[in-house]
């Protein structure tokens, strides 16, 4: 397949014509990644992460004693396996952990037995025949946390088996944080696609993005993301913050990583920085609080609406790509102030608008 038309520095034929047109000759290239985001020295910074693997305990129940293995389970599981059974799993069993009760305790019978779910825990087995890998990235990511939010304390993480629902992390309380480990089986895995994941999602999927979706998760705790009555540049911003704090506990990590985008649609990005915000701009986007208009651009999607065809064959654009320019633009309101903190950032409500006059972002 052959790659579209290229001018010097981005490609004009994705972009619709009278957008062409508006903007002229007055866009260039933005080059390469302005990237800030180096390793700080936590050597001294002592952390014991406490994590446990429930889906490996939970299939090792002898389904024919079902009641004593589970109140072995809630011995281990205290102050989650209710949790787990009775909200998340919708059993109903409220802690009658016998062989004689009915209803609910059936039910996880034949959850626990059945091909396809016993299948995909065999599967999870393979990718992670223990923790130790995931503990230790997760380990190195929650003392970068510590050491630019020294008041925050790192959750229990409880790896689960979901049968491919789709909850990839989520947090229980500010204690403790689920993991699917189902949801991280990497994109080749056949049976995503039969539960409806959509093809652009596939890239969050990948062994490598569980670290990256547990602290995604533990930010949305702390910050929550806002839209109701706020502007496309307020959205931008906001996910900006969310992936600076990102690159700055995952320090090197690639940019197709941490935004969940492929490699060509960074590259895409990289180019087309200045063409994206004249769009906004032209398009009276940034100040627009139409959620139908504005949320397609912060919210993972196919591609860039306006800015790419449905019809092409290849998606060079990332729908989520007004958080890829809220990052950019919180970036260099960053470098515009050396002495503010990430704890400050984050803390910060400063108007949208002043935000952006301060950031004296003047992407070419």
Not at 230 to 252: A, S, V
Request: hydrophobic fraction near 35%.
């Amino acid at each position: 397949m052959s790659q579209p038309a290229s001018s010097k520095c981005y490609h004009f034929k994705r972009i619709p014509l009278l957008l062409y047109i508006a903007l002229g000759t007055t866009l260039f290239s933005a080059g390469c990644e302005n990237r800030s985001d180096q390793a700080p020295d936590i050597s001294h910074i002592q952390l014991s992460l406490n994590t446990a693997r429930f889906d490996l305990d939970l299939y090792a129940l002898d389904t024919n004693h079902l009641g004593s293995g589970l109140r072995r389970l809630y011995d281990k599981y205290p102050d989650f396996l209710n949790y787990y059974l009775d909200t998340i799993r919708q059993y109903g069993i409220y802690g009658h952990f016998s062989d004689t009760a009915k209803g609910g305790m059936d039910t996880l019978r034949v959850d626990l037995t059945y091909k396809d779910f016993v299948r995909l825990e065999d599967t999870i087995k393979k990718y992670y025949p223990d923790s130790k890998a995931t503990d230790k990235e997760l380990t190195q990511a929650f003392k970068l946390m510590k050491y630019y939010l020294p008041d925050y304390q790192a959750p229990r993480i409880i790896y689960l088996n979901m049968g491919l629902s789709k909850w990839a992390s989520f947090p229980v309380d500010t204690k403790t944080i689920c993991v699917g480990l189902d949801m991280f089986l990497g994109e080749q895995y056949p049976y995503y696609r039969s539960v409806g994941v959509s093809g652009y999602m596939l890239t969050h999927f990948r062994k490598a993005y569980l670290p990256v979706s547990v602290l995604n998760s533990v930010y949305q705790t702390l910050h929550p993301f806002s839209q109701e009555d706020r502007t496309l540049l307020d959205l931008m911003i906001q996910r900006g913050k969310e992936q600076y704090f990102l690159h700055k506990i995952f320090p090197g990590s690639p940019d197709s990583l941490l935004f969940g985008f492929s490699q060509l649609q960074v590259k895409w990005c990289n180019e087309n920085e200045g063409l994206v915000y004249n769009f906004f701009i032209h398009q009276k986007l940034l100040y627009n609080k139409e959620g139908h208009n504005i949320l397609p651009y912060v919210y993972d999607g196919p591609f860039a609406k306006d800015l790419e065809s449905p019809a092409d064959p290849v998606k060079y654009t990332p729908g989520n790509i007004g958080t890829w320019l809220g990052y950019r633009i919180v970036s260099q309101w960053m470098n515009q102030h050396p002495q503010t903190t990430l704890e400050m950032l984050l803390k910060q409500t400063e108007d949208p608008t002043r935000f952006l006059e301060e950031a004296e972002y003047r992407p070419k």
